[in-house]
């Protein structure tokens, strides 16, 4: 059953837990408007890590030009929803 | 002036699991670690063996953090995976340095006064090959998975999908991968994932590579370059297509009779066929000085007396028929130590099962020990792991003198030698044993081990 992953708060709640994750964060992140690379402290290596496990996690890609201009939390969520591809199936 | 060295604590993950003592019953029991290699492979070459001893892969996920299985090569985890329970095994407990990294630290160590050296013989090949195949498939594949969408014919789809499944690869090229294949990264990451700072080594000589790890960690010690160190060997030789195992397949490395499965691996037989590719495995002993164990209150599980190395300079791929390098390094080793023949009861041999190997090994072993002394094969059980084999048989010996009993050598019924071959488990009584590993490309070395005082 597919119906439903797309939604919204799903993606960003995954994309949330990803990121507690690859940050082994103890809670989930709130703020979506910190810098990964500035307030969580991501440095070029560590967002590398991050979007790999963002993509093994949806399926998709995340394009080299398209990295760059990912500065937030927020901005991680909004590619993920409407750039990366293919969605997997909880 | 040197320090006595001692071994404190033995880690192993093999095609027998990752429980050290466990593992040590199964060599003992002579369990043979045998199966069909993967039927895939054989759509990518023409195979003339078609054994491999499959390894049992600990749960890595469970085991490391997300971050950590993408961005190592498995032989770099399961190098971690064997210091660990090597640690664990000298009751030094680790605690964590680094959450986001997932980096522990260990208290009772002294981390500028700890060093790691670590073996292999090809290093992150794994990754090299997984990240190769993607860069050359995955245009290619995409292309053709597009042409199938045009074609009409069920026959042809049918064949188009057979391609296409051929081309499978996997999901990305790892941004991770220069880190991934380079054959020093196990030591490096053995050392970053518990905070050791003391000198460290990776050691290539092909399959002596683990004994040359642990024969260097030893004169670190014995020299007061540090005071412990993790010692030993990796290696994990699978891909997807074959390639790696046809390397060895194609020169003729490999066992060529393989039926029945339970009798093709057969070092030092007269039927031998050549050597059992394995896919994998790690060992990991912590060694220490005499004094560091004395001070921690360690009982030691037996000392390390001696290492010593000599090279061929003849073959890349064949040990000099005479063995001349090989008998001068076993008598420098005994030498070294004070020793003479006559007080090593035990000898772990290289044992490969090639024609050229056993022939070789056993000649020299006839001539250093003209009275004797007892031989095994532990690849007679586990297959050649290659980089790890040297350390997986430094902790076979150390197990041997701990318990005074030696694993039976499997498949040894007409041994190419007079030598006191042991082929069912035995209890013996020795003080000294030797672990010896030859390598393509010409490189001997070997490990003294003692009896515990």
Same mark, same amino acid.
């Given at each position: 059953? #597919?119906?439903?992953?797309?939604?919204?708060?799903?993606?960003?709640?995954?994309v949330?837990?990803?990121?507690?994750?690859?940050?082994?964060?103890?809670e989930?992140?709130?703020?979506?408007?910190?810098?990964?690379?500035?307030e969580?402290?991501?440095?070029?290596?560590?967002?590398?890590?991050?979007?790999?496990?963002?993509?093994?996690?949806?399926?998709?890609?995340?394009?080299?030009?398209?990295?760059?201009?990912?500065? #937030?939390?927020?901005?991680?969520?909004?590619?993920?929803r409407d750039?990366?591809?293919?969605?997997?199936?909880? | 002036?040197?320090?006595r060295?001692?071994?404190?604590?033995?880690?192993?993950?093999?095609?027998?699991?990752?429980?050290?003592?466990?593992?040590?019953?199964?060599?003992?029991?002579?369990?043979?670690?045998?199966?069909?290699?993967?039927?895939?492979?054989?759509?990518?070459?023409?195979?003339?063996?078609?054994?491999?001893?499959?390894?049992?892969?600990p749960?890595?996920?469970?085991?490391?953090s997300r971050?950590?299985?993408a961005?190592h090569?498995?032989?770099?985890?399961?190098?971690?995976a064997?210091a660990?329970? +090597?640690?664990?095994?000298?009751?030094?407990?680790t605690?964590?340095?680094?959450?986001?990294?997932?980096?522990l630290?260990?208290?009772?160590?002294?981390?500028?006064?700890?060093?790691?050296f670590?073996?292999?013989?090809?290093?992150?090949?794994?990754?090299?090959?997984?990240?190769? @195949?993607?860069?050359?498939?995955?245009?290619?594949?995409?292309?053709?998975?597009?042409?199938?969408?045009?074609?009409?014919?069920?026959?042809?789809? =049918?064949e188009?999908?057979?391609?296409?499944?051929?081309?499978a690869?996997?999901?990305?090229?790892?941004?991770?991968?220069?880190?991934?294949?380079?054959?020093?990264?196990?030591?490096?990451?053995?050392?970053?994932?518990?905070?050791?700072?003391?000198?460290?080594?990776?050691?290539?000589?092909?399959?002596?590579?683990?004994t040359?790890?642990?024969?260097?960690?030893?004169?670190?010690?014995?020299?007061?370059?540090?005071?412990?160190a993790?010692?030993g060997?990796?290696?994990?030789?699978?891909?997807?297509h074959?390639?790696?195992?046809?390397?060895?397949?194609?020169?003729?490395a490999l066992?060529?009779?393989?039926?029945?499965?339970a009798?093709?691996?057969?070092?030092?037989?007269?039927?031998?066929?050549?050597?059992?590719?394995?896919?994998?495995?790690?060992?990991m002993?912590?060694?220490?000085?005499?004094?560091?164990? =004395?001070?921690?209150?360690?009982?030691?599980?037996?000392e390390?007396?001696?290492?010593?190395?000599?090279?061929?300079?003849?073959?890349?791929?064949?040990?000099?028929?005479?063995?001349?390098?090989m008998?001068?390094?076993?008598?420098?080793?005994l030498?070294?130590?004070?020793?003479?023949?006559?007080?090593?009861?035990?000898?772990?041999?290289?044992? @490969?099962?090639?024609?050229?190997?056993?022939?070789?090994?056993?000649?020299?072993?006839?001539?250093?020990?003209?009275?004797?002394v007892?031989?095994?094969? @532990?690849k007679?059980?586990?297959?050649?792991?290659?980089?790890?084999?040297?350390?997986?048989?430094?902790?076979?010996?150390a197990?041997?003198?701990?318990?005074?009993?030696?694993h039976p050598?499997?498949?040894?019924?007409?041994?190419?030698?007079?030598?006191?071959?042991?082929?069912?488990?035995?209890?013996?009584?020795?003080?000294?044993?030797?672990?010896?590993?030859?390598?393509?490309?010409?490189?001997?070395a070997?490990?003294?081990?003692?009896? +515990?005082?």
């Amino acid at each position: 059953m #597919t119906a439903g992953i797309h939604r919204p708060e799903n993606i960003e709640s995954r994309v949330l837990r990803v990121v507690q994750d690859v940050l082994a964060l103890e809670e989930l992140p709130r703020d979506l408007d910190v810098s990964i690379a500035a307030e969580l402290a991501l440095d070029s290596l560590d967002q590398l890590s991050l979007f790999m496990a963002l993509e093994d996690e949806f399926g998709g890609r995340i394009r080299e030009e398209d990295a760059e201009q990912i500065i #937030t939390l927020r901005d991680v969520v909004s590619y993920v929803r409407d750039r990366m591809s293919v969605a997997r199936v909880e | 002036m040197t320090r006595r060295v001692v071994v404190t604590g033995l880690g192993v993950i093999s095609a027998f699991g990752d429980d050290t003592e466990a593992f040590w019953k199964d060599c003992q029991a002579g369990r043979a670690a045998v199966a069909p290699v993967p039927e895939r492979w054989h759509a990518f070459a023409t195979l003339r063996s078609r054994l491999w001893a499959p390894l049992a892969l600990p749960d890595f996920p469970a085991a490391f953090s997300r971050v950590e299985c993408a961005q190592h090569d498995p032989v770099t985890l399961l190098a971690c995976a064997a210091a660990a329970k +090597a640690l664990a095994g000298a009751g030094l407990e680790t605690e964590v340095a680094d959450r986001r990294a997932n980096t522990l630290r260990v208290p009772g160590l002294d981390a500028l006064r700890t060093g790691v050296f670590v073996g292999t013989g090809v290093g992150g090949v794994n990754a090299f090959m997984a990240n190769h @195949t993607y860069q050359v498939l995955a245009a290619t594949r995409e292309r053709c998975a597009a042409l199938r969408e045009q074609m009409g014919e069920p026959e042809l789809r =049918a064949e188009a999908d057979a391609l296409l499944e051929r081309m499978a690869h996997g999901p990305r090229f790892n941004p991770f991968v220069v880190s991934m294949l380079m054959p020093n990264a196990p030591a490096a990451y053995v050392a970053i994932k518990h905070g050791l700072r003391g000198a460290n080594a990776a050691c290539a000589q092909a399959c002596a590579s683990g004994t040359v790890a642990v024969g260097q960690a030893f004169q670190a010690i014995a020299h007061g370059q540090v005071d412990a160190a993790l010692a030993g060997g990796s290696e994990y030789l699978d891909d997807a297509h074959g390639s790696i195992f046809h390397g060895f397949d194609v020169c003729r490395a490999l066992v060529r009779e393989c039926d029945p499965p339970a009798a093709a691996n057969r070092p030092f037989d007269a039927a031998r066929s050549g050597f059992l590719f394995a896919q994998g495995g790690a060992a990991m002993l912590l060694l220490e000085s005499a004094e560091h164990a =004395a001070a921690r209150g360690v009982e030691p599980i037996c000392e390390l007396a001696g290492f010593a190395h000599s090279f061929d300079a003849h073959s890349m791929m064949n040990p000099e028929p005479r063995g001349l390098a090989m008998e001068a390094m076993l008598r420098t080793l005994l030498a070294g130590a004070g020793l003479t023949a006559r007080d090593v009861g035990y000898l772990n041999a290289h044992g @490969t099962g090639t024609q050229s190997n056993d022939a070789c090994e056993a000649q020299v072993v006839q001539r250093v020990f003209p009275d004797g002394v007892a031989v095994n094969s @532990t690849k007679s059980l586990l297959g050649h792991t290659i980089g790890a084999s040297g350390a997986i048989e430094a902790v076979v010996t150390a197990l041997s003198l701990r318990d005074q009993c030696l694993h039976p050598s499997l498949n040894l019924s007409d041994p190419i030698a007079d030598l006191d071959f042991v082929t069912r488990r035995e209890a013996r009584s020795f003080d000294h044993a030797i672990s010896q590993s030859l390598a393509f490309g010409g490189h001997n070395a070997a490990l003294l081990m003692a009896r +515990a005082r």
